[in-house]
């Protein structure tokens, strides 16, 4: 997955992650809600404290 960088990498596998480990049902659109925005705004907040606080480059990729 190189050509896809850090972050688009990191979405879907933080995602699955938290799919895996939440005990909520999976067959409640509820919970699945909850893990897209929990997994999306840990994405914006690692972005803004490395890439704008820190100005730490993670690997590039086409997309950004």
Known sequence: IDFLGFYTSTAPA?????????????????SWVKR????????????????RLLQVYTPPERFF
């Open 14 to 30: 933080l995602f699955g992650l938290i799919t895996l480990y939440d005990p909520a049902p999976h067959t409640a659109l509820k």
């Open 36 to 51: 897209l925005l929990v997994s999306g705004t840990c994405i914006i907040i690692i972005y803004l404290l490395f890439a």
